[in-house]
T-cell receptor, first 114, second 111 residues
Framework: DVKVTQSSRYLVKRTGEKVFLECVQD?????MFWYRQDPGLGLRLIYF???????EKGDIPEGYSVSREKKERFSLILESASTNQTSMYLC?????????????FGSGTRLTVV | EDKVVQSPLSLVVHEGDTVTLNCSYE??????LLWYKQEKKAPTFLFML????IEKKSGRLSSILDKKELSSILNITATQTGDSAIYLC???????????FGQGTRLTINP
């Protein structure tokens, strides 16, 4: 059974902390994505990656960075967490160079910044 | 800028009712439209609609793509409490390698 695993289901962090959200997929997918999900706003793309060591900004990259050192792992980094980054974070992956056949999602990390 | 709009944002019905969820889109070089169901955890794939497959059905769920109106509907007949979820619509543009999502519709089925 194919899987996208996010390391934490719930996370509480303090304002100003550096936060790492980890995502691992076991499907050998080229593409990986980080979204945040907020009520009434749907899923908004933060960053995505088509290959190891490459990254592209999504629609709301401010305050975030990413790392993809290995094909199966895509990390989202909040350099200095702020309360407006309290949200549900969803990781996804998909196969195919130049095409998207639909995503496989992780279960999400609900991050609260206090 | 590519855009996907879903309506209604929230819907509450009684078990056994039929519901229709709407999704409209503006995207350059449309390739496909996808529907997902999200309960407590990860969104799960329901349907993919393309120019060559504008109608899909699975049990009580069905979906139609209207390329002229740039929209899609998701129908659920004889609803059950297990259909309660957020339903997400997403669109893929050719060459974009990413999906653009709508706001989602929160569907609640009361017994």
């Amino acid at each position: 059974d194919v899987k996208v695993t996010q390391s934490s289901r719930y996370l509480v962090k303090r304002t100003g902390e550096k936060v790492f959200l980890e995502c691992v997929q076991d499907m050998d997918h080229e593409n990986m994505f980080w979204y945040r999900q907020d009520p009434g706003l749907g899923l908004r793309l933060i960053y995505f990656s088509y290959d190891v060591k490459m990254k592209e900004k999504g629609d709301i990259p401010e305050g975030y960075s990413v790392s993809r050192e290995k094909k199966e792992r895509f990390s989202l980094i909040l350099e200095s967490a702020s309360t407006n980054q309290t949200s549900m974070y969803l990781c996804a992956s998909s196969e195919g160079q130049g095409q998207v056949y639909g995503y496989t999602f992780g279960s999400g990390t609900r991050l609260t910044v206090v | 800028e590519d855009k996907v709009v879903q309506s209604p944002l929230s819907l509450v019905v009684h078990e056994g009712d039929t519901v229709t969820l709407n999704c409209s889109y503006e995207v350059t070089n449309f390739r496909s439209l996808l529907w997902y169901k999200q309960e407590k955890k990860a969104p799960t794939f329901l349907f993919m609609l393309t120019s060559s497959g504008i109608e899909k059905k699975s049990g009580r769920l069905s979906s139609i793509l209207d390329k002229k109106e740039l929209s899609s509907i998701l129908n659920i007949t004889a609803t059950q409490t297990g259909d309660s979820a957020i339903y997400l619509c997403a669109v893929e543009a050719s060459g974009a390698q990413k999906l653009v999502f709508g706001q989602g519709t929160r569907l609640t089925i009361n017994p």
